[in-house]
């Protein structure tokens, strides 16, 4: 098993020698520790005492209390440092002035799911964009893509719909670091931020999570297990849509169903190679909030077999097309609001291109869209090269 270090570590290790004497913020959660469970506010303050003046925490909250979507988060105090908590999603989603006034330097330790479709992205982009007009110097503090730098998939978003849920032109499965992301976002995007990324040692583009011998920390509520964030790419877009995305059960987005699901016609649905790399179960769930909380639901769990043949959003997005011809007017997208837009279709958010509902909606086989987005993949794949760390 390989040996990460993080980077949270490796500033514990020297690099922080180079911070003395300045203000330090840090946006952090529940999830930012070392491989010993430290939390990384820990870790910075017993390297550099009395350094750390503010944190900040991203959605639900940087305690990870908030469960649902779309709840934003109070700012608060943190009793041991005796400093101030912000909250980047409440009335604001970026570091204001008066915040930055009280740093020198903003240090970013999230981790993220390595799916488009994350909020996490979006606050650093944030904090880049603040950064940058206040004068600040921003640090990213480095940690694995769990689904790996390797694999891409996905349609690339297109400018006219980036979004809280999607702020740059990446695919559904992006394969870049949380390291990687804040370098494109600043050189594509010409934010100008005094950018400094501490990368980790050890970790190879080809890993998945499970071949980094870390455990998994909940980055999220409802990304509770490695296995969550397999199945994410694909199950996310149930949440564009009126099926359950599990939210409210105890493997969210691992299962997913509605009250009016007919499994067994949804099956004889399926394109051919739509489960390829895994296996729909059926079952019976009642969600306890979120969308149809209370009442039961029939869907199914879904088990990945083998993560080589698995590409987990051709396989959601071949379910829901075998759910809409199955189920017609029963179907229904989702309204507005969603992560902060109030006009344009949720789906259409979180797909990155009107055209792929379109398509669905008319019966176009998921396979022959999914050839349309390759020549996009490739082009993607080595435009990202330029800015790789590993």
Same mark, same amino acid.
Request: glycine share 10%.
């Given at each position: 098993?390989?040996?990460?270090?993080?980077?949270?570590?490796?500033?514990?290790?020297?690099?922080?020698?180079?911070?003395?004497?300045?203000?330090?913020?840090? #946006?952090? *959660?529940?999830?930012?520790?070392? $491989? !010993?469970?430290?939390?990384?506010?820990? +870790? =910075?303050?017993?390297?550099? %005492?009395?350094?750390?003046?503010?944190?900040?925490?991203?959605?639900?909250?940087?305690?990870?209390?908030?469960?649902?979507?779309?709840?934003?988060?109070?700012?608060?105090?943190?009793?041991?440092?005796?400093?101030?908590?912000?909250?980047?999603?409440?009335?604001?989603?970026?570091?204001?002035?008066?915040?930055?006034?009280?740093?020198?330097?903003?240090?970013?330790?999230?981790?993220?799911?390595?799916?488009?479709?994350?909020?996490?992205?979006?606050? #650093?982009? *944030?904090?880049?964009?603040?950064? $940058? !007009?206040?004068?600040?110097?921003?640090? +990213? =503090?480095?940690?694995?893509? %769990?689904?790996?730098?390797?694999?891409?998939?996905?349609?690339?978003?297109?400018?006219?719909?980036?979004?809280?849920?999607?702020?740059?032109?990446?695919?559904?499965?992006?394969?870049?670091?949380?390291?990687?992301?804040?370098?494109?976002?600043?050189?594509?995007?010409?934010?100008?931020?005094?950018?400094?990324?501490?990368?980790?040692?050890?970790?190879?583009?080809?890993?998945?999570?499970?071949?980094?011998?870390?455990?998994?920390?909940?980055?999220?509520?409802?990304?509770?297990?490695?296995?969550?964030?397999?199945?994410?790419?694909?199950?996310?877009?149930?949440?564009?849509?009126?099926?359950?995305?599990?939210?409210?059960?105890?493997?969210?987005?691992?299962?997913?169903?509605?009250?009016?699901?007919?499994?067994?016609?949804?099956?004889?649905?399926?394109?051919?190679?739509?489960?390829?790399?895994?296996?729909?179960?059926?079952?019976?769930?009642?969600?306890?909030?979120?969308?149809?909380?209370?009442?039961?639901?029939?869907?199914?769990?879904?088990?990945?077999?083998?993560?080589?043949?698995?590409?987990?959003?051709?396989?959601?997005?071949?379910?829901?097309?075998?759910?809409?011809?199955?189920?017609?007017?029963?179907?229904?997208?989702?309204?507005?609001?969603?992560?902060?837009?109030?006009?344009?279709?949720?789906?259409?958010?979180?797909?990155?291109?009107?055209?792929?509902?379109?398509?669905?909606?008319?019966?176009?086989?998921?396979?022959?869209?999914?050839?349309?987005?390759?020549?996009?993949?490739?082009?993607?794949?080595?435009?990202?090269?330029?800015?790789?760390?590993?």
């Amino acid at each position: 098993m390989a040996h990460i270090a993080l980077g949270i570590e490796a500033l514990a290790e020297g690099a922080w020698k180079k911070l003395k004497g300045y203000r330090l913020g840090l #946006l952090s *959660n529940q999830a930012s520790v070392d $491989s !010993r469970f430290r939390a990384s506010k820990h +870790v =910075l303050s017993d390297v550099l %005492p009395g350094h750390p003046k503010a944190l900040f925490g991203p959605q639900h909250g940087h305690q990870g209390r908030e469960q649902d979507n779309m709840l934003e988060t109070e700012h608060g105090h943190d009793p041991g440092l005796e400093i101030p908590i912000f909250s980047l999603y409440s009335s604001v989603r970026e570091p204001t002035g008066e915040m930055l006034d009280l740093l020198d330097i903003l240090i970013v330790d999230l981790q993220d799911v390595g799916t488009r479709v994350y909020t996490f992205a979006a606050t #650093l982009l *944030n904090c880049l964009r603040a950064a $940058s !007009r206040a004068g600040k110097r921003v640090i +990213v =503090l480095d940690r694995p893509n %769990p689904l790996g730098g390797q694999i891409l998939e996905g349609n690339i978003l297109r400018p006219e719909l980036y979004s809280f849920v999607g702020p740059f032109s990446l695919p559904m499965r992006h394969g870049l670091t949380m390291g990687e992301m804040a370098s494109v976002f600043n050189g594509e995007l010409e934010i100008g931020c005094d950018l400094e990324v501490i990368p980790m040692r050890g970790w190879r583009r080809w890993m998945l999570w499970e071949d980094t011998g870390l455990r998994w920390i909940m980055p999220s509520p409802n990304m509770p297990l490695w296995d969550t964030a397999q199945v994410y790419p694909g199950q996310v877009i149930w949440e564009g849509t009126n099926l359950s995305e599990g939210r409210g059960t105890c493997r969210p987005f691992e299962i997913f169903g509605a009250p009016y699901l007919d499994t067994r016609a949804v099956k004889r649905g399926l394109e051919a190679k739509a489960t390829a790399g895994c296996f729909l179960q059926e079952v019976f769930f009642r969600p306890t909030f979120n969308k149809w909380a209370g009442e039961p639901c029939s869907g199914f769990m879904i088990h990945v077999l083998d993560t080589g043949a698995y590409n987990p959003y051709y396989t959601a997005l071949s379910v829901l097309r075998a759910v809409m011809e199955t189920h017609g007017e029963q179907f229904q997208w989702k309204d507005p609001p969603y992560e902060y837009e109030f006009e344009k279709l949720p789906i259409d958010m979180i797909l990155g291109d009107p055209d792929i509902r379109i398509e669905i909606e008319k019966g176009t086989p998921v396979c022959v869209l999914r050839q349309r987005w390759e020549d996009d993949l490739k082009d993607y794949s080595e435009w990202r090269a330029s800015y790789f760390l590993y």
